[in-house]
C-alpha cells in the first residue's frame, strides 16, 4: 500500500486517520493542505475515485462563500476554485494508488488490503 494522507495538522479527522494507519503498522505519507496545497493531477484522480467534485467538499467548512461559489459555477470551472480554496475540502482526503477517500472512512479502508 502507498498510503497518502491529505489534511491539516489540526484537523480531528486527519488525526484520527493517522492513528488508523498507525496502530495497523501501515506507513502513510502527512501532506499538509496548509502548507503544500493539492496538485490539479492529484485533485483530478480524487474526484474521479470519490465520483465527482461534490462528494470532495466540506460541507461546515469556515469559508462558507468560497463554497457557495464552488457549488453554483460551471461544472468545468469548479476544478480551477476548489485548487484556489483547498480549505473547503473534506480532510483527510486518503489516497491509495487509484483509490480515495474524503473524510474519515475506515470501513473503506479495510477493504484496500
Known amino acids: 500500500m502507498n498510503i497518502q494522507i491529505y ?8 488525526k484520527k486517520a493517522q492513528r488508523y494507519f498507525k496502530e495497523r ?11 503544500k496545497g493539492m496538485s490539479r493531477g492529484e485533485l483530478r484522480n480524487v474526484m474521479q475515485a ?8 466540506n ?16 461544472e468545468d470551472e469548479k476544478e480551477e476554485k476548489i ?11 486518503v489516497r491509495n494508488g487509484k483509490l480515495a477517500t ?11 488490503n
Open 7 to 14: 489534511g491539516t495538522k489540526k484537523c480531528f479527522d486527519t
Open 25 to 35: 503498522n501501515i506507513k502513510f505519507q502527512f501532506i499538509d493542505l496548509k502548507e
Open 50 to 57: 470519490v465520483g465527482s467534485a461534490e462528494a470532495v467538499l
Open 59 to 74: 460541507e461546515n467548512c469556515k469559508d462558507q462563500e468560497a463554497l457557495a461559489l464552488v457549488r453554483y459555477i460551471a
Open 83 to 93: 485548487l484556489a480554496n483547498q480549505q473547503i475540502l473534506k480532510t483527510p482526503i
Open 102 to 112: 474524503a473524510g474519515y472512512q475506515p470501513d473503506e479502508w479495510r477493504c484496500w
